[in-house]
């Protein structure tokens, strides 16, 4: 990361001061295409379940997708809830990659069907990834639901049948996967896939099962190992980098992107600076306003902070702060730290001190909720949300229970 | 891949996006989906002037780059060469 | 499947700004995966 050099012509300072600076547009960014979804994980970090009413239209997407391609963002990455339950995703697909912007889209595989398997394996510029959070059914629909391992792994089956190769299969790192993670390369080898593993946040739904799922911090240490010994052929979206602080840094930028490389536009065109960052505190502006994406990526007030100097306050003073760059905005959001202070997973342990020093009355949550446990409210009203009960998870409860399966 | 011939023609891949910045460039490779930072203006200078002149060497000139330099911007170019940033311009030697 | 210009390998901590004014390689292109910053998906 600090390589330097000798030519005069080439500017002084590290390139990661510059991205922490924030560029003029996104590296890449993460779409929200909808908050409906006919799952319900007990984790999902954009808390989905019920489309919004007020969603872009298809010509708002386009106009999205037109700006997008003038700022020469490379690539979207588009996720929602699951974007494939909207009726035009595949033609926003190809309007997107016609247009010179890249696109991997998440999804929990229900809708690629032997067709679309031919037909995003012959699609340029179109990259997938399938989600799954356990190497067995047992563990993962613990956490997605009932049948959802079968879903997921059948998705895998079709690409691989229809000669996608390299496609990604991502996994949420949690206490009770994280044994796994050989298996999960194993999946992936088997499918012809690349792994991606990330970190999971407190955020949406995240928060209420974080405290019981979040990795020990001896499996947090296992994880750093494995990861460094694997390097490039396991992606992780550089969620770890909070990790570095153990030594060597894991390949990746090794900091928090948000609002200065990357960000979020969710599915009423709201612009946050991340997906695991859905609240109000967060929230730059959104693309309907005149000034358009353009508008709020590069004159939010929000983004401008986060652009300027950062104060690491007492964690600047820690000799591995360079490393872990004070760790992750949102981690420590939605446990309720203050964010010039330890990440709650501070592999020094600064973090639990800190936790254990938190007034819980005091941890934030987010307005933004479309969860189908949510009893019904008008949309755009300002009422906070009755928080939601967190499922009573006993091994045998389906996080199902209690209603039809959508769509 | 450590070295290129300057004295051979190259071009920007097509499948390749090229985006100024004040640090100098990000190149986006759509078909292998690796991204590079191009870390001085004048190494973006370079690249953009490769399908206008008959070399490397030449485009490093009109660039701007010294004598003095050329060893460190043929290595520059030697590694986006290797990720298919840039490519052999037809009709020339590789 | 690497670029040949990966990371090098960071430096002790404590060490970085003495790094920093050092010439340790004359790199003018780096290779990150697209994958590679945090904030996304």
């Given at each position: 990361m600090t390589a330097v050099t000798i030519a005069p012509t080439a500017p002084a300072g590290r390139l990661i001061d510059r991205f922490e600076e924030g560029l003029d547009a996104p590296i890449c960014l993460t779409w929200e295409l909808t908050y409906a979804c006919n799952l319900a994980c007990v984790h999902c970090l954009s808390s989905s379940g019920r489309r919004d009413p007020d969603e872009l239209t298809t010509a708002e997407c386009k106009a999205v997708i037109d700006e997008l391609e003038r700022m020469q963002v490379f690539y979207v990455n588009i996720g929602g809830g699951e974007p494939t339950v909207r009726k035009d995703f595949w033609e926003l697909v190809d309007y997107a990659t016609a247009h010179k912007v890249g696109?991997?889209?998440?999804?929990?595989?229900?809708?690629?069907?032997?067709?679309?398997?031919?037909?995003?394996?012959?699609?340029?510029?179109?990259?997938?990834?399938?989600?799954?959070?356990?190497?067995?059914?047992?563990?993962?629909?613990?956490?997605?639901?009932?049948?959802?391992?079968?879903?997921?792994?059948?998705?895998?089956?079709?690409?691989?049948?229809?000669?996608?190769?390299?496609?990604?299969?991502?996994?949420?790192?949690?206490?009770?996967?994280?044994?796994?993670?050989?298996?999960?390369?194993?999946?992936?080898?088997?499918?012809?896939a690349q792994l991606?593993?990330?970190?999971?946040?407190?955020?949406?739904?995240?928060?209420?099962?974080?405290?019981?799922?979040?990795?020990?911090?001896?499996?947090?240490?296992?994880?750093?190992?494995?990861?460094?010994?694997?390097?490039?052929?396991?992606?992780?979206?550089?969620?770890?980098?909070?990790?570095?602080?153990?030594?060597?840094?894991?390949?990746?930028?090794?900091?928090?992107?948000?609002?200065?490389?990357?960000?979020?536009?969710?599915?009423?065109?709201?612009?946050?600076?991340?997906?695991?960052?859905?609240?109000?505190?967060?929230?730059?502006?959104?693309?309907?306003?005149?000034?358009?994406?353009?508008?709020?990526?590069?004159?939010?007030?929000?983004?401008?902070?986060?652009?300027?100097?950062?104060?690491?306050?007492?964690?600047?003073?820690?000799?591995?702060?360079?490393?872990?760059?004070g760790g992750c905005m949102a981690a420590k959001f939605f446990t309720g730290l203050p964010l010039d202070g330890p990440d709650p997973e501070c592999v020094l342990g600064h973090g639990e001190a800190a936790l254990e020093g938190r007034d819980p009355a005091a941890i934030p949550r987010s307005e933004v909720d479309h969860s189908r446990r949510q009893p019904s409210r008008p949309t755009g009203t300002a009422l906070p949300m009755a928080p939601v009960a967190p499922p009573a998870r006993s091994c045998d409860e389906s996080p199902l229970a209690g209603f039809t399966p959508g769509d | 891949?450590?070295?290129?011939?300057?004295?051979?023609?190259?071009?920007?891949?097509?499948?390749?996006?090229?985006?100024?910045?004040?640090?100098?460039?990000?190149a986006y490779h759509f078909g292998t989906r690796r991204l590079s930072f191009l870390k001085s203006p004048a190494l973006l200078a370079v690249v953009e002037r490769l399908a206008d002149h008959p070399d490397a060497a030449a485009a490093c000139r009109a660039a701007g780059v010294g004598e003095d330099e050329l060893a460190l911007y043929r290595r520059a170019l030697a590694t986006l060469a290797g990720s298919g940033m840039i490519v052999p311009r037809e009709g020339t030697a590789a | 499947m690497s670029s040949p210009n990966t990371e090098p390998t960071a430096p002790p901590a404590g060490d970085q700004p003495a790094a920093d004014a050092l010439v340790e390689q004359e790199l003018l292109v780096e290779d990150v995966s697209i994958d590679g910053m945090c904030g996304v998906y």
């Open positions: 696109v991997k889209f998440s999804t929990n595989g229900s809708r690629i069907d032997a067709e679309r398997a031919a037909w995003l394996a012959a699609s340029d510029y179109v990259d997938v990834q399938i989600s799954l959070d356990g190497a067995t059914a047992e563990v993962n629909d613990r956490v997605r639901g009932d049948g959802s391992y079968d879903t997921a792994i059948t998705a895998m089956e079709r690409l691989r049948v229809a000669g996608m190769r390299d496609f990604k299969l991502s996994v949420v790192v949690t206490r009770e996967n994280a044994g796994q993670l050989d298996d999960f390369k194993a999946i992936a080898d088997r499918y012809g991606r593993i990330t970190r999971l946040r407190p955020s949406g739904r995240g928060a209420d099962v974080w405290d019981e799922l979040h990795p020990t911090a001896a499996q947090q240490r296992d994880l750093y190992d494995w990861l460094l010994a694997r390097g490039d052929d396991v992606l992780t979206g550089d969620s770890f980098f909070h990790l570095s602080a153990y030594g060597e840094p894991l390949p990746g930028l090794n900091l928090c992107g948000a609002g200065r490389v990357v960000c979020l536009i969710d599915p009423v065109g709201d612009v946050y600076a991340c997906p695991f960052a859905i609240h109000d505190s967060f929230l730059a502006g959104n693309v309907r306003s005149p000034g358009g994406f353009a508008g709020v990526w590069r004159e939010s007030e929000l983004f401008a902070e986060l652009r300027g100097p950062q104060s690491g306050g007492a964690c600047s003073k820690c000799s591995h702060f360079d490393s872990c760059r | 891949m450590d070295e290129i011939d300057l004295a051979t023609a190259w071009r920007l891949n097509p499948q390749v996006s090229l985006r100024p910045e004040s640090f100098g460039a990000l | -």
